[in-house]
């Protein structure tokens, strides 16, 4: 096998090997979540509720703005809530 051959089957090897660790740390970390998450839980709270504000709070505010207006437009056409599609 040639050097630049042996070069690359090194390389290849540590690439896995870097990802096979941090597939490692990512379950290690789902994990921490989810024992977080249990212990909300356990204190009575709704994680449902928890989860959906943190997707809220990684939005941006206008994104954040433009969903909700788009939600209340939906609900109103469906009779859910009064709104501006019932005028």
């Given at each position: 096998m040639s050097d630049a051959h042996g070069v690359a089957r090194d390389?290849?090897?540590a690439f896995i090997e870097r990802i096979e660790r941090l597939e490692e740390e990512k379950k290690t970390i789902a994990d921490d979540i989810k024992d977080v998450y249990g212990e909300a839980k356990g204190t009575g709270f709704d994680t449902k509720i928890l989860k959906?504000?943190?997707?809220?709070r990684k939005k941006?505010?206008?994104e954040r703005l433009e969903e909700e207006a788009i939600?209340?437009?939906?609900?109103?056409?469906?009779?859910m809530i009064e709104g501006p599609a019932e005028a």
């Open positions: 390389q290849l090897r959906k504000v943190i997707a809220l941006d505010e206008q939600l209340d437009t939906y609900l109103a056409a469906l009779g």
